[in-house]
């Protein structure tokens, strides 16, 4: 991202705006955005601190031709974070006088969580066939227990360890915390075969491959090929599908909001019920239990 002339200056607040995040998982994305946004301002070629909120609805369009609308909406939100930081942590006179993807219209997106939710005959079905390779087998099994592939992608076999009389596992949730994931017998059970027929793995990530950390692309195409060969139905599911399926599958068991988002590590619970299939219906019970509980008095 090495710039001289026009938009001189810019990888310095590059850096330090990366810098100030918790998260390696937002670093990465951060970096990913920024850097397709220097790269088309290069192209144009256009100062990245004379943008206008007219350039940045050009890039929003054309971003739009290859991504979804959530994901042009996380990279104009990415990129509204970088000229902030420009503007507010600048030691002397700020590059650029106003912030050009500050009001720059998101684009709309349904409020419901994206991809397919598996029934639980094919995430059983799914769990069967994995047991076919060590690896995918633990992948998967740990998957199931509803963490993001970037939680188990960023696990190193240190981070297994005990909770209480239950073996479990310590991840890094989004924004950076430590949260301890319980692992049941039988899923233990499969990452320690997986464990103790590998080869030691490079930098002791508990999924590696021969070059090192195991990457979400390689996660999400060991499960995409695995469904493929074992579903009936013509759908693509990747890791992500595998976690919508966990916690709707606990919704559908009945699991209390609360409970289920301690499951899914949200940090809001709005984002929980947006994974409830059936909560145009929630509150049904609720109010017949009061209409009954008003019934009762008629007799009093």
């Known amino acids: 991202m090495t710039q001289t002339g026009p938009g001189t200056g810019r990888d310095d607040v590059c850096s330090t705006w990366l810098g100030a995040q918790d ?21 144009q070629p256009l100062d990245v601190w004379a943008a206008r909120p007219r350039d940045v609805n050009r890039w929003k369009q054309s971003l739009r031709r290859k991504l979804s609308g959530r994901t042009v909406g996380k990279y104009l939100s990415a990129l ?23 009001d720059v219209r998101r684009p709309r997106v349904a409020k419901e969580p994206h991809g397919d939710a598996l029934t639980a005959a094919e995430a059983h079905a799914l769990r069967t066939a994995s047991l076919a390779d060590p690896r995918t087998a633990a992948l998967v099994h740990l998957l199931l227990t509803g963490i993001r592939v970037s939680e188990a992608c960023g696990a190193k076999v240190r981070d297994l ?21 319980v692992i049941d017998a039988d899923d233990w059970a499969v990452i320690q075969h997986y464990l103790q027929t590998r080869s030691q793995g490079p930098g002791g990530w508990l999924f ?43 919704f559908d068991e009945g699991m209390p909001a609360q409970e289920v988002r301690g499951l899914a590590g949200h940090s809001s619970i709005a984002t929980t019920q947006m994974y ?25």
């Open 161 to 181: 360890g005990w909770d209480g009389d239950d073996r479990a596992l310590t991840i890094t949730r989004k924004g950076g915390h430590k949260d301890l994931v």
């Open 208 to 250: 590696a491959t021969q070059r090192g950390q195991m990457t979400r692309r390689t996660a999400y195409g060991i499960v995409r090929s695995l469904a493929a060969k074992t579903l009936e139905r013509d759908v693509v599911i990747g890791t992500h599908d595998i976690r919508r399926t966990v916690i709707t599958l606990a």
């Open 23 to 43: 998260s390696a998982e937002t670093v990465a994305t951060y970096r990913h955005v920024i850097s397709r946004w220097f790269a088309w301002c290069d192209a």
């Open 80 to 102: 509204s974070s970088f000229y902030r930081h420009a503007i507010r942590d600048a030691e002397d006179q700020p590059p650029i006088a106003a912030n050009p993807a500050a």
């Open 276 to 300: 409830d299939r059936n909560v145009h219906t929630r509150g049904r019970g609720a109010r017949a239990a009061v209409k009954a509980a008003l019934a009762r008095q008629d007799g009093t």
